[in-house]
């Protein structure tokens, strides 16, 4: 009974994901069935999300209000160039198609930190950084010392300065304490008021008594800004890093540079745009106060807040998407006329020649307060497609997945390795006061869906190995997909999600879906995977039973309680 009860949620939680990337395929014109069969799909989660959550009325009253509608981006036609399985992703969003030689992968907090310090130094035209936050140590003060003088040069050129900064930070994490994110941003923005931005997102949740009420500790819990982009120019960051000392030395995360790109570049630079349009802009005297006009997140009304963020953010999204479709199509079309032959001569001869794509980078946002789940919907169709003998490396460093996560796992026919970090290397162990017990709970959530593995019989198809690291912290995440027969991932997700409930329905998160056919690519992937595992062992029944793995009574009696937010 307790079997056929698994595999009806699994069938639930695919045909959930089947519909709304079905309703993302219909035609123009045909809104009024997109916005049923949406319902549709939110109705079969919510019920499903009904059934196993348990949360105290306080932390929940930011969720009682009702939903805003999910507007899907309308779908595209494009010509069938560069096919691959995985096309289907830009009916939802713009597809960057890249050369491989464009991309590094990076692979240790060091070479991250360096790299950011070498590419601020260098900017000429435009820095974006979008974080959690920014640390208030030596390492982080070098940082902004690097802004300073890179500023400082562009003051100084001849002509108007052409340089320009934008920081996006999360407004609870960055107001943190008395010396904080904002603190160390206010010097730069007293010396260049024309040149930086300060824009600090508050979650539009977190409101009236609720807001009042919870300490400053926790009131993250409600959402947050989580974006990790950093762009310079032209070449654009995308990891699951924020700006602080321990992400840049022994807390181990994923980082992958796209050089030379554009496109992509002025994506990552409009949709911060977007979000900080409707934060609270940083001011020099340290207060804060949003553009004119503007509705406030949390003393103006809610429902028009979050349908302006919807529609500035999804103006970001279709926009790119329109103009990736218009490039497309002429690429498409002078290919067809062959001058894209006498194009590339005329290049070769001017020696710029743009290497032809074999990659293509999708952008995924998940920002369901404003009613935008494109990564959900992108991730459960991949999780749900998935072929017989595939191979999904999937890591978080927080393993606290959504129920239709899990239940696509269990029901699902390819192949999981699932790495999560061990109790030692959680970023919550040896915190104090009730923070210390997180990885507790953690172990706790881990065993139960453990357990549901082994009583499925799926050991051998699911497999969870724990990070254990002397010194360090985990916090990766995202996923390698290897095809059946393949010894190489034809496809990587990198970026900020967790895949818990909390990237799915509480914050703002984006990441990238790297789609290649290069070898060389495959294989950097291949070795980042690789490198991550070896530092990794199978959890198995006994892992359980050793000491550190104790769960107390009061932990597992809490645990389902707050477990949507952390």
Request: net charge positive; charged share 20%; proline share 5%.
């Amino acid at each position: 009974m307790a079997a056929r009860k698994r595999k009806a949620r699994a069938m639930a939680a695919g045909g959930a994901a089947l519909w709304r990337r079905f309703s993302a395929w219909l035609p123009r014109g045909r809104l009024g069935l997109t916005a049923l069969l949406g319902r549709l799909s939110d109705r079969l989660s919510r019920g499903r999300d009904r059934r196993t959550r348990r949360s105290s009325w306080l932390l929940l009253a930011p969720l009682l209000t009702p939903p805003i509608p999910v507007i899907t981006a309308p779908p595209c036609s494009l010509c069938p160039e560069g096919a691959h399985r995985f096309q289907w992703i830009r009916n939802l969003v713009p597809e960057f198609g890249i050369s491989s030689s464009h991309i590094k992968v990076l692979s240790s907090p060091a070479e991250f930190y360096e790299l950011l310090k070498v590419q601020i130094k260098a900017a000429k035209q435009r820095v974006v950084m979008a974080s959690l936050y920014l640390g208030t140590g030596l390492l982080e003060q070098e940082l902004v010392d690097c802004l300073e003088e890179t500023l400082e040069k562009s003051l100084q050129a001849k002509g108007s300065p052409d340089l320009r900064v934008s920081i996006l930070l999360d407004y609870t994490r960055g107001s943190r304490g008395r010396k904080n994110s904002r603190t160390m941003l206010i010097p730069l923005l007293q010396r260049f008021p024309e040149q930086v931005r300060v824009s600090l997102f508050h979650t539009p949740n977190l409101r009236g008594l609720l807001r009042l009420l919870i300490p400053e500790r926790f009131n993250e819990t409600i959402g947050l800004q989580h974006i990790k982009v950093y762009l310079f120019d032209d070449n654009v960051i995308l990891s699951g890093a924020n700006l602080s000392d321990l992400y840049f030395t022994n807390r181990q995360d994923r980082y992958v540079l796209l050089r030379d790109s554009p496109e992509i570049a002025d994506f990552f630079t409009e949709l911060v745009d977007a979000i900080g349009d409707v934060s609270l802009q940083l001011q020099q005297d340290d207060t804060v106060q949003m553009m004119e006009g503007m509705v406030h997140p949390y003393q103006g009304d809610k429902v028009a807040y979050c349908e302006i963020a919807n529609r500035r953010v999804m103006e970001v999204i279709n926009s790119a998407r329109t103009r990736q479709e218009l490039l497309h199509a002429k690429t498409f079309h002078s290919s067809q006329a062959g001058s894209s032959l006498l194009s590339q001569q005329g290049s070769q001869a001017s020696g710029s020649l743009k290497p032809e794509p074999d990659t293509w980078i999708y952008p995924l946002i998940q920002m369901k307060p404003f009613g935008i789940q494109i990564d959900e919907m992108v991730t459960e169709t991949l999780l749900t497609e998935a072929e017989r003998d595939a191979r999904i490396y999937l890591t978080t460093g927080y393993f606290n997945l959504t129920q239709a996560y899990m239940d696509l796992i269990l029901g699902t026919r390819a192949e999981y390795r699932i790495l999560l970090a061990s109790p030692e290397v959680n970023g919550f162990f040896g915190a104090k006061g009730v923070a210390g017990a997180i990885p507790a709970a953690y172990v706790y959530i881990e065993h139960q869906f453990y357990s549901e593995v082994c009583c499925l019989q799926q050991q051998e198809r699911v497999q969870l190995q724990e990070y254990s690291r002397a010194g360090w912290t985990f916090h990766a995440k995202g996923l390698w997909l290897y095809l059946a027969g393949s010894d190489l991932p034809c496809l990587t997700l990198i970026g900020s999600p967790n895949f818990g409930y909390r990237s799915v329905h509480r914050d703002l998160e984006a990441q990238v879906a790297i789609v290649t056919e290069n070898k060389a690519l495959q294989q950097q992937l291949h070795q980042e995977q690789e490198q991550l595992y070896l530092c990794s062992g199978v959890v198995s029944t006994s892992t359980f039973e050793q000491p550190n793995r104790y769960v107390k009574l009061w932990v597992k009696l809490v645990t389902p309680l707050i477990k949507n937010f952390f």
